[in-house]
């Protein structure tokens, strides 16, 4: 429409109107779209924000309907409940040592071998790949009732180490997949100029190789961190001593025995979630590389 | 380690094979070849890309381990040592700077590697800084400057190391032309200075023409010819090296041998007689197949030789000279003419060359068999006689 | 010159100490070959292989939950499990499961991903809010629908009361009609997240030339879609449903804590039915065998996965 000089104004008039109409349909889809983001985003905040809610609201005002949306005044009771009145800083320190044993172990051994299977000259390279991708399908409650059989006869069932191995187990595939594609991304001749400069291979992957791999093996750790903190099927089956019980499955005791109100339980929840909130928003940029070079997940 | 002398530091590559198992079968990278390499001396590998010079290099380093074959230094056979026994230093294609460690302990790492204190070895990394002209650079990382700089610091690492020879695996080649250049001559200016053999792998044949002082083209795993470079450019081996050194590459025509006498050869190309006299007492008989070779320099397309002519087809200006490609008799030939030259594009012009300079190669084997008679050689001929 | 050469020499070299020794022995191939892949190999034989080949032996005996005997028993307890009409019933509560679920997160999780891809103002909070749903532990979401879904004092009860949808509470996952649909909605709202995820991956890996190449052509905003957007998708939709399909169908943890298997068994899917053999009925023998039937039907699944996508291919094997 650069020339406004057409003589034939109906013409004119059409296009005008015609291109009016796509930009207030253009503007009407926009605005639509970004309805339904909105009402993705608050399907998805509402459950926290009640969490959060719940926990911040003393026993009182609980059991009250309608339930004011947000608590009409702060306690932090329920908290102060948790820690004084209930197993839950046991349940708190396990799911601790669980995440801490996991992350270490798998982050070392998805690390080293991550390298080996990139950098090493081994056969069979393509069997391991679908192994380790098969190990990676395996859902926890298939590797649980298994493991129960075997650990009863190892007498493993209670004990600390038993389940740090089997829930990395678990954790242990997709990580090991993940550094074996994050190691491809570190060129070989950053080892290689540095062999050439003296150094022995092994020097050559802890000075070198290793610190390019950081990303990786955050994005690792965090993940490893997520499967132990979220695990509840192995713990479940394999630890009958509620003394040694993670939070996800000491939580489900409160529940049953009605020891203590709603309002502790979503206290228990929030801490529970909290430091994965953390996490993630502290070590975002690592995670992104590390996952991005991971693939599948 | 005193300053060593002749051959303790001379290079020599034994008959060294190399072979790769891939899926599809054995493959031969490296088809037994042997090269000396002199103590002071700047050997270019050039060649097509696969055709084995980086494998070289790397069984030289001591990144791959030869499949028979042995590499010596001076009398010893260091074919077992792995790479970081070796003290070679070596420039990677993409620079290998360590992304993690700032410039100065890049260029330091050989020495801390050697257990050498931090400060001796920075002071040893900021001589080397100052000589590639990056000092104000030492405290950043790779990431933060450019690629000419990372150059020179990659350089400076090895020039550090103070190895007994230096390995070059296309170094330039992700740098724009003016840089490299500029790089070009920084390493040529470092073996110079340290006097180390130095070998150098590349696919640019101009690269190994202005620096080496000996080049080894290499073709599908072996070695197609060894020499100066005024040698490989003058007296090529055979075909493959005739049409790979040289910028624009040498003309080729297809021709048979018709009469062999004292005066000369006389060679039928397309249907025409081109009569050539030769510098050797070349092996040729009549009816013999051969190809004729001939650079753009040596073709004149303003006057009438055997009678050949064509289509200039596309012309392009090379500083104050002009690149003619004619389409006619003798197929697609490449003329550099001066850009003064009154020529257009669908211009049909007479082509003729100057037989002096022209080559004649086997057309079976590709091997060379004689060249143009020039008046330098006749007269060395002449004066022995 | 030659004193400067002379003098990079000088550098003095320490003799080899003990560390050095470690080192050199380390970065001897098959010592670095041992260092770096016997951790990893190990854990995964002891810990996946030599458990699963354990239990595909166990599922040949009968073993209580209470003492360690076996008792060789050969096929029967595959002739038990098999010829339960229940355990028909139970595979086919897993696969209306995970069929649910699988389609449903694809079609919640391609849609936000297709959302929060635009521009927009509060991009990036939106991106985060709908992140976290991701990094809550399943058991504690389960834990947060038990209260929200509460019948007597849940919010959901009271919205819906308000907002003049329903005339009393209701007893979500206590209704025989309702509860698998429940579980199946809980579930993903945590895991649709995975979807978009994925495919988000994907979407920013499509160069935006292939777009503005198809508006220079004069495509409409479907036609884009349809011609651009979808073809990309395809691999990741496979992948999401093969992977997806796998999971839900052997789901535990959240079918778990909000039913129990129940109303009246109408929750009780295949690994739940598993783990009742096991732990309820202290049948281990017979646990097994079901659980050796489902590694069956999950080795065909990865099967068909790796006929599709070769992991080998992304991880450059020689």
Not at chain 2, 273 to 281: G, K, Q
Not at chain 2, 344 to 362: A, M, Q, R
Request: a negative charge; one cysteine or more; proline letters at 5%.
């Amino acid at each position: 429409m650069s020339s406004g000089h057409s003589n034939d104004d109906g013409e004119e008039q059409s296009l005008f109107s015609a291109m009016t109409s796509y930009q207030t349909r253009g503007k009407a889809y926009t605005g639509f779209l970004n309805l339904l983001t909105l009402g993705a985003v608050l399907l998805i905040a509402f459950p926290l924000f009640w969490m959060f809610s719940t926990a911040l609201r003393p026993d009182a005002a609980l059991y009250t309907t309608p339930s004011s949306l947000i608590p009409e005044t702060v306690s932090f009771e329920q908290f102060r409940t948790l820690f004084t009145n209930t197993d839950f800083p046991t349940y708190l320190l396990n799911s601790i040592i669980l995440a801490a044993g996991v992350v270490g172990l798998t982050t070392t051994a998805a690390t080293l071998g991550g390298y080996g299977l990139t950098r090493i000259d081994i056969p069979h390279k393509k069997f391991f790949a679908r192994t380790i991708i098969f190990g990676y399908m395996f859902p926890p409650i298939l590797l649980a009732i298994p493991m129960f059989i075997f650990w009863r006869k190892l007498g493993m069932i209670n004990s600390y180490p038993g389940l740090i191995l089997a829930v990395t187990a678990t954790s242990l595939p997709f990580s090991l997949w993940m550094m074996w594609k994050f190691f491809q991304t570190v060129p070989k001749s950053l080892e290689e100029s540095a062999m050439m400069a003296g150094a022995p291979r092994f020097r050559a992957f802890y000075e070198i190789a290793l610190p390019m791999a950081k990303p990786g093996m955050i994005a690792v750790a965090v993940f490893s961190y997520a499967i132990a903190w979220n695990a509840y099927t192995l713990p479940t089956v394999l630890m009958s001593d509620s003394s040694k019980w993670p939070l996800t499955v000491g939580i489900q005791a409160f529940l049953q025995t009605d020891a203590i109100s709603w309002g502790a339980l979503m206290a228990a929840n929030a801490i529970a979630v909290i430091p994965s909130f953390l996490f993630v928003f502290f070590l975002q940029k690592y995670l992104l590389r590390g996952f991005r070079a991971g693939g599948v997940k | 380690m005193s300053q060593t002398t002749s051959t303790a530091n001379s290079i020599t590559i034994d008959t060294l094979r190399k072979e790769f198992n891939t899926p599809d079968g054995t493959v031969v990278a490296v088809d037994s070849i042997h090269i000396e390499i002199g103590p002071e001396e700047f050997l270019t590998l050039v060649g097509p890309s696969g055709c084995g010079k980086t494998t070289t290099l790397r069984c030289l380093a001591g990144l791959e381990t030869p499949t028979s074959g042995e590499i010596r230094l001076g009398n010893r056979d260091v074919s077992d040592l792995p790479a970081n026994k070796r003290d070679f230093a070596m420039m990677f294609q993409n620079i290998a700077l360590y992304p993690h460690m700032k410039i100065i302990d890049n260029i330091a790492y050989p020495l801390k590697v050697r257990g050498v204190s931090t400060q001796e070895r920075h002071e040893h990394a900021k001589e080397a800084a100052e000589i590639m002209q990056i000092t104000d650079l030492l405290n950043k990382y790779p990431g933060e400057v450019s690629g000419g700089q990372r150059q020179r610091a990659a350089l400076a690492r090895t020039v550090v190391q103070n190895p007994k020879a230096f390995l070059m695996d296309e170094p330039l080649s992700d740098l724009d032309a003016k840089l490299k250049v500029e790089i070009r001559k920084e390493i040529q200016r470092v073996h110079q200075r340290v006097k180390r053999p130095t070998v150098y792998v590349t696919h640019d044949q101009e690269e190994a023409m202005t620096m080496s002082d000996r080049i080894a083209v290499m073709n599908n795993g072996g070695i197609e010819q060894i020499g100066t470079p005024n040698e490989l450019y003058n007296e090529p081996a055979n075909l493959f090296v005739a049409q790979f050194i040289g910028n624009p590459s040498m003309n080729f025509a297809d021709g048979t041998v018709e009469t062999v006498s004292t005066d000369g050869v006389s060679v039928s190309v397309d249907e025409r007689i081109v009569d050539l006299s030769l510098n050797a007492e070349a092996d040729l008989s009549m009816g013999d197949e051969v190809v004729l070779g001939f650079r753009p320099e040596t073709v004149s397309l303003d006057t009438a030789g055997p009678g050949f002519e064509g289509e200039i087809t596309l012309i392009e200006r090379i500083d104050d000279r002009m690149l003619a490609t004619v389409e006619g008799d003798l197929g697609e030939i490449r003329a550099t003419v001066s850009a003064d030259d009154p020529l257009n594009v669908g211009d049909v012009v007479p082509i003729s060359f100057d037989t002096s300079h022209i080559h004649v190669f086997d057309r079976d084997t590709g091997e060379h068999i004689a060249s143009g008679d020039r008046p330098s050689t006749r007269r060395a001929k002449r004066g022995a006689e | 010159m030659a004193s400067e050469t002379t003098e990079w020499t000088a550098h003095s070299t320490e003799p080899a100490g003990v560390k050095d020794t470690l080192v050199e022995f380390l970065s001897r191939k098959r010592v670095l070959m041992a260092l770096t892949l016997l951790p990893a190999l190990s854990l995964f034989v002891i810990m996946i292989v030599v458990p699963v080949v354990w239990t595909i032996a166990a599922s040949f005996n009968s073993i209580s939950a209470f003492s360690p005997e076996w008792t060789w028993v050969g096929l029967e307890n595959y002739r038990v499990v098999l010829s339960d009409p229940q355990f028909g019933t139970v595979l086919s509560r897993s696969i209306y499961f995970a069929t649910g679920s699988v389609l449903l997160q694809l079609v919640l999780g391609t849609g936000i991903a297709l959302l929060i891809n635009r521009s927009f103002k509060l991009n990036s909070v939106a991106r985060a809010v709908v992140m976290l749903p991701y990094l809550i532990p399943t058991a504690i979401v389960a834990y947060l629908a038990l209260w929200m879904l509460n019948s007597q004092w849940g919010i959901i009860n009271q919205l819906l009361v308000q907002a003049g949808l329903i005339n009393q509470h209701i007893a979500w996952l206590g209704s025989p009609e309702l509860a698998m649909l429940i579980i199946i909605l809980v579930n993903s709202w945590k895991f649709s997240i995975f979807v978009t995820i994925m495919v988000l991956a994907r979407l920013q890996g499509i160069p935006t030339g292939f777009y503005e190449a198809a508006q220079m052509a004069g495509a409409s905003r479907f036609q884009q879609f349809r011609d651009i957007t979808l073809p990309n998708l395809k691999g990741v939709i496979f992948i999401v449903l093969l992977l997806r399909g796998v999971w839900m169908f052997n789901k535990f943890d959240i079918i778990w804590i909000l039913t129990g298997g129940g109303p009246i068994n109408v929750t009780t899917t295949a690994p739940i039915y598993a783990y009742k053999t096991a732990f309820n009925q202290y049948a281990l023998g017979r646990s097994a065998a079901i659980s050796t039937i489902l590694f069956g039907m999950l080795s065909v699944v990865a099967a068909l996965y790796f006929y599709r996508f070769d992991p080998s291919k992304e991880v450059r094997v020689e």
